[in-house]
């Protein structure tokens, strides 16, 4: 870690520079209104004017560990979710639970980041920890395909609050020069555990069950979260004995008008509104696909007409101060160029992805190319892997440049010919090592994307911001999840057992739908036979397929990066972040934190005056 980040320094911002009124004329190109900052936000600026070196160092030590262990968990449980759903009889539903998945981590970054701007980042990070826990623990003792979709919900919750919450974290800490690198450090344990991951994965299915594959992150992350949350705890402790923090809301409103405003605050009615969009539009692809009559189903036609009307009614919702005086999503923030192509870049770049590496990838090695549980899940990683060395490389690249566009721009177009080549050599008879040649070309292409997209979106907002359009990015990111996983999921259906019933031979075509929902039983059947040619047939027609779509999917991304400001991001570092920060300098950071500590207690104090 030390040797990645010698070369940087701690500064605090140049508050002195920026009105009281938190305005910035070097954000006049956005094209926003910042708000008047929230409790939350004003909590953490305070617990920045804390933060000494070592305690920051700490932090960030904590959000490695963090990132390790979410790292690993990801790079295991991935391998458990088709033998889960194969035991339940349900293994064509793995795109099903990829949407509920995809729609959770959606619907819950803006929430996340708003209860982080409304209560506190340490606040945010110990719901987000507790909805990953009780995840797990329903994972691990699920019984049925219903129990297991729905602790999917409570995962999700937690493991998508985590990812934006340290993103947040980093935004919180860092000038806008060293973000990409220090962005990047959540991605580093998957230099290390892409390669752990199915060894730990086949070893725990080996020795054990899925059940306890699931289990034991419920107690491994809570252990590797403690330096982090004791960090901003202890912080937050010294920031109150300094007078600080903003003062109660509950005591300012009383507990039944906090109560209201924080119902308000959280969007609540936009968040169930989006959410039931996302879901009933979504699910029925993957429901309705692929069995005769399905579409006739007035459950599901009446599902999609909701959804559709929801998704209708959601951005006028959200675009009405009334209605929704703090939105879910900021959609104010997509009247820039910027923050829109951005925020698109990234829905496409997922939703190319949910097509042709999850979630039918890993099943296709194992079936059509006879890959072993170990080497089929590296193959599937080595997208991980190649995206994150790609991305650590940019960024120092961005600090050096200080621009972000040409990577991106490049990214888009490394994107495209990975899945390009894809159609060449992912089908049946071509080697591994064309395979991986595939993945690691699409992983180079995505670290292009992924960091510096996200960086351009929040290069063009204030502070305040940040942590919305931190929020909308990767809600983006999950949106484009959920509609890969339901095009992927509409495809596999509606033509893997279609086909097995044609090619399969007579005397096996009575099991075409176990094969179909069981993919342990449909790798079963020995390499050469009758039956396992058509199989393998018939997974290579239908991967074609997908990759098709996501070639086509990931078109528009070419054509959007050319839409993003190229930022000047050495004129616009400090983006109005308070107290101690990375950055290039730390000479007179000793200094300026005294000053803006000084000015934050004369305001809580004349605040206080007014009120009495």
């Known amino acids: 870690m030390s040797s990645l980040f010698s070369k940087l320094g701690l500064k605090k911002s140049e508050a002195a520079e920026v009105p009281v009124d938190g305005k910035d004329d070097r954000y006049e190109t956005s094209s926003i209104e910042s708000a008047e900052k929230q409790t939350g936000v004003q909590k953490v600026e305070a617990i920045a004017l804390t933060w000494s070196k070592t305690s920051l160092w700490v932090a960030y030590a904590g959000i490695l560990l963090m990132a390790t262990s979410t790292s690993l968990e990801s790079q295991t449980t991935y391998l458990y979710s088709s033998y889960a759903l194969s035991g339940f009889g349900f293994h064509s539903l793995l795109s099903t639970v990829s949407i509920v998945t995809g729609v959770m981590y959606a619907v819950v970054k803006p929430p996340m980041g708003k209860i982080a701007d409304v209560f506190g980042r340490f606040e945010a990070f110990v719901l987000a920890i507790l909805f990953f826990v009780i995840g797990y623990i329903m994972l691990a003792s699920s019984n049925s395909v219903e129990t297991y979709a729905g602790a999917q919900v409570f995962y999700a919750a937690g493991a998508t609050g985590l990812i934006i919450l340290q993103q ?24 290390w555990t892409v390669w752990a991951g199915p060894e730990v994965g086949a070893a725990v299915l080996k020795g054990s069950t899925w059940r306890w594959g699931y289990g034991m992150w419920a107690i491994i992350l809570p252990a590797c979260s403690l330096p982090l949350l004791g960090a901003l705890f202890m912080n937050t402790l010294k920031a109150k004995k300094k007078g600080l923090l903003p003062p109660s809301k509950v005591k300012e409103y009383g507990i039944v008008k906090f109560l209201g405003k924080t119902f308000w605050d959280l969007d609540v009615i936009g968040l169930l509104l989006f959410t039931a969009a996302l879901c009933l539009l979504l699910i029925p692809l993957t429901l309705g696909a692929g069995a005769v009559g399905k579409w006739k189903n007035p459950s599901l036609i009446a599902m999609m007409v909701v959804g559709g009307v929801c998704l209708i009614i959601f951005p006028f919702f959200e675009m009405n101060k009334k209605l929704a005086p703090s939105p879910l999503l900021s959609l104010r923030l997509l009247k820039n160029r910027t923050v829109l192509a951005g925020t698109l870049i990234a ?29 089929a899940g590296r193959i599937v990683l080595t997208f991980s892997f190649t995206s994150t060395v790609s991305s650590i490389i940019i960024s120092f690249f961005i600090k050096w440049s200080g621009h972000y566009k040409y990577f991106v721009c490049t990214g888009g177009l490394i994107y495209i010919l990975g899945f390009g080549l894809m159609l060449r050599y992912r089908v049946e008879g071509s080697t591994r090592t064309q395979i991986v040649i595939n993945q690691v070309l699409v992983g180079l292409g995505g670290g ?24 909308l990015f990767l809600t983006a990111i999950s949106v484009g999840q959920a509609i890969g996983s339901a095009i992927s999921g509409a495809i596999w259906t509606n ?43 018939s997974y290579q027609e239908t991967m074609r397929l997908l990759l098709i779509g996501a070639l086509v999917s990931a078109v528009p991304i070419v054509f959007l990066t050319f839409f993003m400001e190229n930022v000047d991001l050495k004129a616009r570092e400090q983006q109005n972040t308070k107290g101690r920060i990375f950055g290039s300098s730390s000479s007179d950071a000793d200094e300026r934190i005294a000053q803006e500590e000084s000015h934050v207690v004369e305001k809580r104090q004349s605040d206080a005056g007014l009120k009495a």
Do not use: C, W
């Not at 974290?169 to 230099?191: C, E, G, H, Q, Y």
């Not at 292009?448 to 929020?471: K, R």
């Not at 096996?508 to 393998?536: E, M, Q």
């Open 347 to 375: 829905v496409f770049y997922f939703m190319a992805f949910y097509q042709s590496v999850f979630p039918y990838f890993y099943s296709y090695l194992v079936v059509a190319n006879d890959q072993s549980v170990v080497s």
């Open 168 to 191: 947040v974290f980093v935004a919180d800490t860092t000038d806008l020069l060293n973000r990409a690198l220090f962005s990047s450090i959540p991605d580093l344990p998957f230099l």
């Open 495 to 537: 033509n893997l057992l279609p086909k097995l019933n044609q090619y399969l031979p007579e005397d096996v075509k009575a099991n075409a739908t176990l094969i179909y929902s069981d993919f342990t039983h449909a790798s079963s059947y020995p390499i050469g036979s009758d039956a396992r040619n058509a199989i393998n047939r």
């Open 448 to 471: 292009f994307l992924n960091v510096p997209a996200q960086l351009g979106v929040q290069s063009v907002v204030p502070h305040q911001d940040v942590a919305a359009a931190t929020a």
